[in-house]
């Protein structure tokens, strides 16, 4: 099973989620312990539902006047994937501005906002904002917010490295490449993930074009993935919390989806295969999807011309396109510090290949 960006970590009791929202001095605690991972056995979710979903980034102006205005500080890492941004406040942006962002992560696959308010503007406005890019997925494993399912929250501290627990050191790398609940019959598209207290080394997270990806392949190999559907599956990440006496708020769920899905709004193809969540390719034998799914992931995983690094820094906020990109977490910092982030998860559209 694959780790989202996030780790898990145990139950703790209602007074810890009912602390105070703004951020605190404690060198024993986390800063924003409003945000500390919060799990109820309870709580449970139904089935979740196909709606339909426009992609903001449709109705932007391609100039994108409202976001990147003279005061706008824009830095490309990559020709293909990431770009840092500074000098404008995602809180602030119009619903135009939001359009805008939309479109620009999608043409950009990856923005790193720094020096961002939005940590300090209260659950309900980052909701609202997020909300603008979809319905907001609500995790079925993961730690939340008592009172905010919306919020899939990351944790990692000295208290807790349950990231063994998810990728144990049997493994030689704890990486793990995937594209946030790609089972979901319409997963993620527009994400936002904000940093809260992070170490002062590592910690990043990797990310990869996946429309680069795709590009590399031979116009002959492409011809091959047309029409190929793949099973994306939610069973293990399931199964992982049970063991771990974990919660599972939504039964588990295998969806398929086009192996090449194209951006509604751009219109670039990107694999949409990965490690974490793909399990097989419809109508092959055993042994035929795994070796074509190997070799992808391989491609995938190998492809550091057309992946980058996200450092985080206080106010950093990431915002991707998770139809077009993967990503993986780092555990590369000591365990005993603490690294706290929140993901807000709009779902996009049903992937389609045409």
């Known amino acids: 099973m694959a780790p989202s960006v996030s780790d898990t970590v145990p139950s703790v009791t209602d007074a810890v989620a009912d602390l105070k929202l703004t951020a605190t001095k404690q060198d024993n605690g986390p800063s924003y312990p409003f945000y500390y991972p919060y799990y109820d056995p309870e709580e449970k979710f139904p089935p979740t539902q196909v709606y339909e979903h426009t992609d903001p980034g449709a109705k932007a102006d391609r100039a994108k006047p409202h976001l990147l205005t003279p005061e706008t500080n824009v830095s490309h890492i990559s020709p293909f994937i990431g770009t840092e941004i500074s000098g404008v406040q995602i809180s602030k942006l119009s619903e135009d501005g939001l359009n805008e962002l ?33 319905r907001i997925q609500r995790h079925p494993t993961s730690g939340n917010v008592k009172g905010y399912p919306e919020f899939h929250v990351v944790y990692r501290g000295a208290e807790h490295d349950t990231l063994k627990e998810v990728i144990p050191d049997e493994r030689i790398n704890r990486t793990q490449w995937h594209s946030d609940v790609s089972y979901e019959k319409q997963p993620a598209g527009t994400t936002f993930f904000f940093i809260l207290d992070q170490p002062e080394v590592g910690g990043d997270t990797l990310f990869g074009s996946q429309v680069e990806a795709y590009n590399r392949l031979s116009p002959e190999f492409k011809k091959r993935l047309e029409g190929l559907r793949a099973v994306h599956s939610a069973f293990e990440q399931a199964e992982s919390s049970r063991r771990r006496g974990g919660v599972v708020r939504r039964e588990p769920i295998l969806t398929e989806h086009p192996l090449v899905r ?93």
């Open 102 to 134: 939309a479109l620009y992560a999608a043409e950009r696959k990856v923005l790193i906002f720094r020096n961002q308010d939005f940590k300090d503007i209260g659950p309900d406005r980052q909701i609202e904002i997020a909300k603008h890019f979809g």
């Open 262 to 354: 194209r951006h509604p709004v751009t219109g670039e193809k990107a694999l949409y295969v990965n490690p974490g969540f793909t399990r097989r390719i419809v109508g092959y034998k055993t042994e035929e999807s795994e070796y074509l799914l190997r070799f992808l992931f391989d491609h995938i995983a190998k492809g550091a011309d057309f992946q980058i690094r996200a450092r985080y820094k206080p106010g950093t906020v990431v915002v991707w396109d998770n139809r077009v990109t993967v990503h993986s977490a780092t555990g590369d910092f000591n365990p005993g510090d603490r690294r706290h982030a929140v993901r807000l998860t709009p779902q996009a559209e049903v992937p389609t290949d045409v």
